[in-house]
T-cell receptor, first 114, second 117 residues
């Protein structure tokens, strides 16, 4: 079946540091890939997405590129802020049968300190 | 605010009791999903509806769980004879169907946190 593997957290960085959160996936077919973010006390929010190989998703300074050859979708940001502290989930959508249910990784907690 | 809403936000119940949660999707979304999230894990798919039809159910959805979407708008998730292992955050999401140009992303509600004592 489909699966998503994320690097374990927590990841602790100083403000303005470079961020990478690794995500690899296993899927049949050609899924769409997503990063969702969950800020403390809030619901899941879509951060960015990519729907086909070599697509780059970007939003709020975050980027991720759909790499089919390495089955990866790593999240990067050049300069993190304290306000980026949250839990980040990598996910893929399984469109078998016409639905698009999401398969999530276990999440990576990011803590950004001054 | 026209986002996905869920009610209640928190529910504490004793083992063996029945509970029901409600989800109101974004009004123009015809797809509605339920997920379960336990502490330290990512959400896991439970079931989804297109309009009023329940099109897929996960094997995680035991026979104590039932979901409905009677008029293709709001949905309810009922858990009968709750067990301690049912303690989790129950998330609802809604979307449009995937089209070539359309926005088919899933938008999530704030969740209902269930604690079974």
């Amino acid at each position: 079946g489909n699966s998503v593997t994320q690097m374990e957290g927590p990841v602790t960085l100083s403000e303005e540091a470079f961020l990478t959160i690794n995500c690899t996936y296993t899927a049949t077919g050609y899924p769409s890939l997503f990063w969702y973010v969950q800020y403390p006390g809030e619901g899941l929010q879509l951060l960015l997405k990519a729907t086909k190989a070599d697509d780059k998703g970007s939003n709020k300074g975050f980027e991720a590129t759909y790499r089919k050859e390495t089955t990866s979708f790593h999240l990067e940001k050049g300069s993190v802020q304290v306000s980026d502290s949250a839990v980040y989930f990598c996910a893929l959508s399984d469109e078998t049968g016409g639905g698009n249910k999401l398969t999530f990784g276990t999440g990576t907690q990011l803590k950004v300190e001054l | 605010d026209t986002g996905v809403s869920q009610d209640p936000r928190h529910k504490i119940t004793k083992r063996g009791q029945n509970v029901t949660f409600r989800c109101d999707p974004i009004s123009e979304h015809n797809r509605l999903y339920w997920y379960r999230q336990t502490l330290g894990q990512g959400p896991e798919f439970l079931t989804y509806f297109q309009n009023e039809a329940q099109l897929e159910k996960s094997r995680l959805l035991s026979d104590r769980f039932s979901a409905e979407r009677p008029k293709g708008s709001f949905s309810t998730l009922e858990i009968q004879r709750t067990e301690q292992g049912d303690s989790a955050m129950y998330l609802c999401a809604s979307s449009l169907p995937k089209t070539r140009q359309g926005d088919y992303e899933q938008y999530f509600g704030p969740g209902t946190r269930l604690t079974v004592t």
